[in-house]
């Protein structure tokens, strides 16, 4: 199966921009991610892996509330029940195993912008 930017879905949230791209498996999801500020949300996912992949840019991931910096060729693997958001310029792929399900994901709290 090949996927093209043309199939992908766009969606925005909490300061990232997401490209879904149509899997359609159970097993696993994709998705481009881009921010130039954060993800403003902190949440969990109950049952999904979720592997961040960074591409480009540089951050910091706080998973149950601990920060680890990130930069480019870095991977974050946050198991089910991991608390996440992170804060940076990033380009990333997200790889969910299984694949995420909005009825999965667990509202923690909005995370405050910073001011710059």
């Not at 199966?1 to 999801?29: C, D, F, W």
């Not at 706080?62 to 480019?72: D, E, F, I, M, Q």
């Not at 198991?79 to 804060?87: D, N, V």
């Amino acid at each position: 199966m090949k996927l093209t930017k043309k199939q992908t879905r766009i969606a925005s949230k909490h300061g990232i921009n997401l490209r879904i791209y149509p899997v359609k498996r159970k097993e696993a999801g994709v998705v481009y991610v881009q921010t130039k500020k954060g993800h403003f949300q902190e949440f969990y996912d109950k049952k999904s892996t979720f592997l961040y992949y960074v591409i480009h840019g540089r951050g910091v991931f706080y998973l149950n509330g601990k920060a680890t910096r990130v930069k480019a060729t870095d991977l974050i693997a946050a198991p089910p029940k991991t608390r996440i958001y992170y804060l940076g310029k990033l380009e990333m792929i997200l790889v969910t195993v299984p694949a995420w399900q909005p009825k999965n994901e667990v509202h923690v709290r909005y995370i405050q912008k910073p001011i710059r």
